[in-house]
């Protein structure tokens, strides 16, 4: 008997291993709230700390019946999503010792974050008090939000639809920043004491016996953020990378790359982009930026510098690692002993290129990954190109490939989510960041607290919005035989993103010429070999081609790890990206199931906000404030 085959569509497409989001609904709204919502918040948070004072489960009772708590390691160490009252009482009675946190109390010292009443889904039907909480747990202080909605079942009482907990220091091992900061100077008289110049070419270089409590492989914006968090806790780390030069990474990609997201969006840990910077930052710009960065934030980088070996102790815990540098024209060799390896080579693992019958037979211009890719290679009327894929790179490819006079062509193999840049903006980052938007640590605050369900059934109604207003352009799409999907579930890009780090374009131009019929489009279609000047298709149609770029994406992080640091820690590593059974990242920012190796990666605001996270956890090991076998 056959056995029937589920397809599934490729907007609800996710990485192995992945579980399935859980569909949300919203509780059924009383009236527009007419209470005071500062005396909601402050009531609900009075009994919120009187019953965790005398450890009863009835704080479960403070929670809907449909609630989330997300708590990102105030309770443990580890991040999770709890959903439900009976999950809150579960933790109580797991937490038997000592409740990690030790009160919740309502924080007013920002205007974003006073108790107000406040929409809670897009449409703002679901209204209910808002307001920011500090947290003191037994380990340090952190911040969240809460999110109230009135019972209809329970004679209207405040109750928790939301809460957001995270820690972001640790008593005794603050940051050293604000007034923190280092004086910069010593007092008296200290004959041939070195300067700060002095003292950073030997930190920097590692010598006189110095050794970094943590590496970091790779330099870009994860490796720089959580570099910089380090920094500032106190952690001796430093920066390796294979590339030349600092933002590289960026540098070296095609020749007309800018950030589809707004710069508001993209700050680094500590120090904003200039205000003078360009919304959408140019790649060269962006990679300027990041030597800068490294350089103001006192980092450690040796560019030029490869893994060559390295092998774990699980007595000693820590890493013997042989590093390769290229240094001033010579190359040395420096055996290390880091405590902790942060792999941070990107978002995803090794460039994905199919397995296509007759790559080697090809005889024309170019045929290269798009993570390779910087400009076409010959720029002369009439060559032709095509670009295999359908997503960022694919249409900035292939726009860059029509104004330099090719004839172009994009295969979409599955579908696409599509989203103009203005609209983007306008919908999903202005309310948070944009010029008049709250400070960025309030914005990310609010950006992160939901969890991740409750954020999906927000998307689905800010999706509706934004196809929406992208109306005419999607039809032309469309029309143009290009196809469309709106996310997984409809819940557009941002969970696309989320569940398989692709699958849409942020439309900067590409589009309408797609519409225009300027770049071509084949749709539904596989390669089915590829020729000495062609691509022959799976439906036995040949496409001419002196240039190929396969825009086809990444591995997972596991295959970066395997060729880095060998089948021995890849086999022992947990997969990467997709969500938990509770809807939270897989393995990302977090315990690998391997000690002393962690993978960062995400885009900017990810690296910005995570690399707290990562930086408190790794602490917080150094310090025994928290052994790796914890929950």
Not at 448 to 474: C, G, H, M, Y
Not at 553 to 577: P, T
Request: proline share 5%; net charge negative.
């Amino acid at each position: 008997m056959a056995t029937a085959v589920l397809q599934v569509p490729p907007s609800n497409y996710q990485v192995p291993g992945s579980h399935a989001l859980e569909q949300v609904t919203y509780p059924e709204p009383l009236a527009t709230p007419s209470s005071d919502p500062d005396a909601a918040a402050i009531k609900w948070t009075s009994s919120f700390n009187a019953l965790l004072q005398a450890g009863s489960s009835d704080v479960s009772a403070l929670f809907l019946k449909d609630s989330y708590w997300r708590d990102l390691l105030c309770l443990s160490w580890d991040f999770h999503t709890f959903h439900g009252p009976e999950k809150v009482a579960s933790i109580i009675t797991r937490q038997t010792k000592v409740w990690r946190i030790k009160s919740l109390n309502v924080d007013k010292s920002s205007e974003v974050g006073k108790p107000q009443i406040s929409p809670f889904d897009f449409e703002g039907k679901v209204k209910g008090v808002q307001f920011f909480v500090t947290v003191d747990t037994d380990v340090g202080t952190g911040r969240g939000v809460a999110r109230l909605l009135q019972d209809a079942t329970d004679q209207g009482r405040w109750k928790i639809f939301t809460l957001y907990t995270v820690l972001q220091e640790l008593t005794g091992h603050e940051e050293r920043t604000g007034r923190r900061r280092p004086t910069g100077h010593e007092t008296g008289a200290l004959p041939g004491r070195p300067n700060w110049k002095e003292r950073r070419l030997v930190e920097e270089n590692f010598e006189e016996g110095l050794e970094p409590d943590v590496l970091v492989v790779g330099v870009g914006q994860g490796g720089l953020s959580v570099a910089a968090r380090l920094n500032q806790l106190g952690m001796r780390n430093l920066v390796i990378d294979r590339n030349a030069r600092i933002g590289d990474n960026w540098r070296n990609r095609y020749h007309q790359l800018v950030l589809h997201d707004s710069i508001w969006f993209d700050h680094l840990p500590y120090l904003n982009f200039p205000s003078n910077f360009p919304i959408f930052a140019p790649k060269d710009k962006l990679a300027e930026w990041f030597e800068f960065y490294a350089n103001v934030m006192e980092l450690n980088v040796w560019c030029k510098t490869t893994v060559k070996k390295s092998k774990w102790d699980d007595d000693s815990r820590s890493w013997t690692v042989t590093l390769e540098r290229e240094k001033d024209g010579h190359r040395e060799t420096r055996t290390l002993h880091p405590r902790h390896i942060i792999q941070a080579t990107g978002v995803s693992g090794e460039a994905e290129l199919p397995r296509i019958e007759g790559v080697n037979d090809f005889r024309g211009d170019h045929l290269i990954h798009s993570s390779l890719f910087q400009s076409p290679k010959k720029k002369v009327a009439g060559k032709k190109a095509v670009v295999i894929g359908s997503s960022n790179s694919a249409h900035d490819i292939a726009q860059v490939y029509y104004e330099h006079g090719y004839d172009i062509t994009m295969i979409q193999r599955s579908s696409t989510h599509v989203i103009t840049s203005d609209t983007f903006v306008d919908v999903a980052l202005k309310a948070l960041y944009s010029e008049d938007g709250p400070p960025l640590e309030d914005a990310d605050l609010i950006q992160f607290s939901l969890p991740n369900p409750v954020l999906k059934r927000f998307l689905i109604d800010a999706t509706r919005e934004t196809t929406r207003r992208d109306a005419p352009l999607l039809r032309g799409l469309t029309d143009a035989g290009f196809r469309l999907d709106n996310g997984p579930d409809s819940s557009g890009l941002w969970m696309k993103y989320l569940h398989r780090g692709g699958g849409y374009y942020i439309d900067v131009g590409a589009s309408q010429l797609i519409v225009d019929g300027k770049i071509k489009v084949k749709q539904g279609q596989e390669i089915s070999r590829i020729n000495a000047h062609s691509i022959t298709l799976a439906n036995g149609e040949e496409l001419q081609a002196d240039e190929i770029v396969f825009a086809t994406g990444y591995g997972n992080m596991r295959d970066s790890a395997r060729r880095i640091f060998g089948d021995e820690l890849a086999d022992r590593v947990n997969d990467v990206w997709g969500f938990d059974e509770e809807g939270e990242t897989r393995t990302m920012w977090r315990r690998t199931g391997h000690p002393g190796f962690w993978f960062f990666g995400g885009n900017l605001a990810l690296c910005r906000y995570y690399s707290r996270l990562l930086a408190l956890q790794i602490k917080a090991l150094d310090m025994g404030i928290m052994k790796y076998e914890d929950p």
